[in-house]
């Protein structure tokens, strides 16, 4: 134990939580909350919460000496929400109440995960005060668990994103997935009509404890500065990973037959984040080389080694 103050991570097992502990290791006593998995990389601390039980996750809060507490718990598979809404809700929705009140009675800061999903996909580069048009239940628990957030912790910060990242063996990234699949000379399709504003969660962290420190409240998105398609993305990482850009093709999710309803176009407007903060968030490139560095960092090894 150093003398940094303490950050606590919810969803300290998944792509995000791992990433933005690595990121912030040197700087907080990061502390990842566990649930299935149990691995947390060198100089963080695993920790299980009761995350359907505020009063006792109020008791963890105040036993660590935090700043901060970002909820990156979810269940963030669109299939699998629709096919179960009750879990989906009970993930999404009731644990960010119980975080969000342990949050409001601790006097703690709370940094909530939302998402780019929110939209029905029609309009490009979304602001944080267009109307949300849910059109699945991953999207529908999603906006409620902003909205309840919200009405028990009235000044979290409530981030809505999309990331990629070196992931853990057991849950590799999509950028993980694109770079595996085309190093092993595989095809892979990747859609033309789905934009999105993609961030490192590195990245994504480093901003995020910005806006923190600048007493950000309410809703920021806080995303990459270029929309892309999913196939320019693809294709990105193969220029960057100097990988054979012929293994990607184009596909559409138009013509995606058994895929629970998603929107086209997630593109959030990262303006007034960057109007707080003053400075660009980041383009894709510009991130995918972080990314390519990243790679043998002894912080992507830890994380290849759970
Ligand atoms: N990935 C993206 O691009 C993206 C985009 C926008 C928003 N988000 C949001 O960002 C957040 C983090 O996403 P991610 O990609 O890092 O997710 P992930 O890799 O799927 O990890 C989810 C985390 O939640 C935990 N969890 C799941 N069910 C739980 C339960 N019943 N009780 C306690 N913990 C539980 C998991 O624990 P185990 O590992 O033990 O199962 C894991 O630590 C989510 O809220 C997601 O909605 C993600």
Same mark, same amino acid.
């Given at each position: 134990m150093n003398s940094h103050r303490g950050i606590l991570i919810t969803g300290g097992t998944g792509l995000l939580g791992l990433n933005w502990g690595q990121a912030v290791k040197d700087r907080f006593n990061v502390t990842l909350g566990l649930h299935q998995r149990r691995g947390v990389p060198p100089g963080t601390n695993g920790l299980d919460l009761p995350m359907n039980d505020a009063g006792k996750l109020t008791e963890a809060i105040e036993a660590l000496d935090l700043e901060l507490v970002v909820h990156a718990v979810g269940m963030t598979s669109v299939e699998a929400c629709e096919a179960d809404p009750q879990t989906a809700e009970s993930v999404n929705v009731d644990m960010t109440a119980a975080i969000a009140e342990a949050c409001q009675k601790t006097d703690t800061r709370l940094v909530h995960i939302s998402t780019d999903h929110l939209f029905s996909g029609t309009r490009h580069g979304y602001t944080e005060e267009l109307e949300i048009e849910p059109v699945n239940v991953y999207a529908r628990t999603k906006a409620d668990a902003e909205k309840v957030a919200?009405?028990?912790?009235?000044?979290?910060?409530?981030?809505?994103?999309?990331?990629?990242?070196?992931?853990?063996?057991?849950?590799?990234?999509?950028?993980?997935?694109?770079?595996?699949?085309?190093?092993?000379? %595989?095809?892979?399709?990747?859609?033309?009509?789905?934009?999105?504003?993609?961030?490192?969660?590195?990245?994504?962290?480093?901003?995020?404890?910005?806006?923190?420190?600048?007493?950000?409240?309410?809703?920021?998105?806080?995303?990459?500065?270029?929309?892309?398609?999913?196939?320019?993305?693809?294709?990105?990482?193969?220029?960057?990973?100097?990988?054979?850009?012929?293994?990607?093709?184009?596909?559409?999710?138009?013509?995606?037959?058994?895929?629970?309803?998603?929107?086209?176009?997630?593109?959030?407007?990262?303006?007034?984040?960057?109007?707080?903060?003053?400075?660009?968030?980041?383009?894709? %490139?510009?991130?995918?080389?972080?990314? %390519?560095?990243?790679?043998?960092?002894?912080?992507?090894?830890?994380?290849?080694?759970?």
């Open positions: 919200l009405e028990r912790c009235p000044d979290a910060l409530i981030i809505r994103t999309n990331f990629y990242g070196w992931g853990p063996s057991y849950r590799p990234s999509f950028s993980d997935w694109i770079i595996s699949s085309l190093r092993t000379g %595989k095809k892979v399709r990747l859609f033309n009509d789905v934009s999105i504003t993609p961030m490192l969660a590195t990245e994504l962290a480093r901003s995020v404890h910005e806006v923190v420190a600048k007493r950000g409240t309410g809703i920021f998105n806080v995303a990459g500065d270029d929309a892309v398609t999913k196939l320019d993305f693809g294709r990105s990482i193969a220029e960057i990973f100097d990988l054979d850009p012929d293994l990607i093709e184009p596909g559409r999710l138009a013509d995606a037959k058994g895929l629970v309803r998603r929107p086209h176009d997630m593109s959030l407007s990262n303006a007034k984040t960057r109007a707080l903060l003053g400075r660009p968030l980041g383009g894709v %490139k510009e991130h995918l080389q972080i990314l %390519k560095k990243q790679e043998h960092s002894v912080l992507t090894r830890e994380l290849a080694n759970l």
